[in-house]
């Protein structure tokens, strides 16, 4: 639901700022109120599972995410649905890094637990396509409301299957912790100061002051809150969980892998519906082969061998084979075929990507205390969650300083001049995301070195079979 929310607005937000009068210029607030919340309040949501236990703040999270859904529905001015994408974020903030750790914490064996990643995995990363062609049908055949309502029958049923079929959190009293709020305040308002500066380069440019300012300023309260971190009592963010060169590997992983799969989103949602023409509902359904992919790879292949190889041994493939999608994908012109260009480079995307997910959601609480499994979720959520936003502001900003240089030599006023432009844009874009995941390839090769305990391959054959 979190995943699919982060893009299904995407598509109904032309309807809804018609239907509520926003401005161009303040438009953007539907989608960034949403990342600032939900990325600079992710460390705060994952300590919060840690003090005051992992089911209650997940269903807490649930029904304000349900609530803040029906404000947004309902709205009827544009700052009302600003301020209800910002509760969604605040409350989604809460449920990601407590849904991770008590998926660590139930599931403890090494074939459960392979099964269980595998399916969070899936979701994890088929979740914002799934959010594309549900916010095109929704758009089209409904209208923009309904692409907040459909989250509250989700969030209401799973917040029941919660209270009836999770185990109460049981934390020993010597290890209760306590809310570190000078570290929130540090590490929070780093975050979100990261996360509004490159929200705002895609409008402003990276050379703006307010963006250089924002990063700045939130590189500054990060190095404080680190140096805070290791000081005090009770840390939002325990050093030692932090400093793991696994745990580590896996958050550059997915950071990294986030922005070249976020960049490839939008590259082609605007590709297909600007160029070739697709409408909304096409467009979403173009990404179905993507996120089966993604779906098939991390049940069936990382699942099954997660527990027989090392993890940078599923992690490091699969970066690479989502460096092919991209390196697919550079033969695109305006008049590519979609099932020689598109659909091949989404095949290899998502089976990468399913091989990367699955693998690095369970390194992030693999061997953290149960106590502290909130805090480790924190760090891939927000891996996941300021990647996508860097990738989506780094590569647009790339491709329209490209499209705007072709443009500016040529007859910009021809339809297909500019569509060329689009597109050359598109490519080197494309040429950057595929750089930067061949170097999180590189990276995550020199930092995971996690190998499966002897013994848990027996119990991997059974999951095998199972998913068979």
């Given amino acids: 639901m979190i995943v699919l929310d982060a893009t299904i607005v995407n598509i109904a937000l032309p309807s809804a700022q018609k239907a509520l009068g926003i401005s161009d210029a303040n438009r953007q607030w539907v989608i960034t109120a949403y990342t600032l919340a939900f990325g600079g309040l992710l460390l705060l949501g994952g300590r919060i599972g840690d003090l005051f236990g992992r089911k209650r703040t997940f269903t807490v999270g649930l029904l304000g995410f349900a609530v803040a859904s029906a404000i947004g529905g309902f709205a009827t001015e544009g700052w009302m649905l600003f301020a209800a994408r910002a509760l969604q974020g605040a409350f989604g903030a809460l449920l990601a890094p407590s849904a991770l750790s008590l998926l660590s914490n139930t599931f403890t064996d090494a074939k459960e637990r ?46 029941i299957g ?15 912790v306590k809310l570190d709020l000078p570290g ?57 969980i932090v400093g793991d060169r696994n745990r580590g590997g896996a958050a550059i992983a997915v950071g990294m892998a986030m922005i070249g799969m976020f960049g490839l989103f939008l590259f082609l949602t605007y590709y297909l519906q600007a160029v070739k023409g697709y409408s909304p509902v096409m467009a979403g359904v173009a990404f179905l082969p993507m996120t089966a992919a993604i779906i098939i790879s991390a049940t069936g292949i990382a699942a099954r061998l997660m527990t027989r190889v090392p993890s940078r041994n599923l992690v ?17 012109k305006v008049d590519s075929s979609y099932a020689t260009v598109v659909l091949p480079s989404e095949l290899l995307l998502g089976f990468g990507m399913g091989m990367v ?18 805090a480790a979720s924190a760090i ?9 936003s860097i990738g989506t502001a780094l590569l647009n900003t790339i491709a329209a300083s490209v499209t705007a240089t072709y443009l ?61």
């Avoid at 919660?162 to 209760?176: T, W």
């Fill in 162 to 176: 919660a209270y009836y079929l999770l185990a109460r959190d049981h934390i020993e009293k010597g290890h209760r």
């Fill in 408 to 468: 500016a030599t040529r007859n910009a006023s021809s339809p297909e001049v500019r569509s060329a432009g689009a597109v050359h844009g598109y490519v080197v874009a494309t040429v950057v995301a595929m750089c930067i995941l061949l170097t999180a390839a590189l990276i995550t090769f020199l930092m995971i070195d996690h190998k499966p305990k002897q013994g848990e391959s027996e119990s991997a054959e059974a999951t095998a079979q199972m998913l068979a």
């Fill in 380 to 388: 891939i959520n927000t891996a996941q969650q300021v990647g996508g």
């Fill in 357 to 374: 997910f699955m693998p690095t959601m369970s390194l992030a609480t693999l061997g953290v205390a149960p106590y502290e499994t909130g």
């Fill in 316 to 332: 490091v493939p699969g970066l690479l084979l989502a460096a092919a999608g991209m390196a697919w994908l550079i033969q695109m």
């Fill in 184 to 240: 929130a305040v540090l590490g929070c308002g780093g975050l979100l100061a990261i996360v509004f500066g490159t929200s705002q380069a895609t409008s402003r440019g990276w050379d703006d002051w307010v963006v250089i300012g924002c990063l700045l300023l939130g590189a500054a309260l990060l190095a404080a809150f680190a140096l805070f971190e290791r000081r005090t009592t009770h840390p939002l963010m325990p050093p030692h």
């Fill in 114 to 159: 392979a099964t269980a990643f595998g399916i969070f995995g899936a979701i994890a990363g088929g979740g914002a396509a799934i959010g594309l062609i549900s916010g095109g049908l929704l758009t089209e055949y409904l209208n923009w409301r309904w692409c907040l309502f459909v989250n509250i029958p989700i969030a209401i049923g799973a917040a």
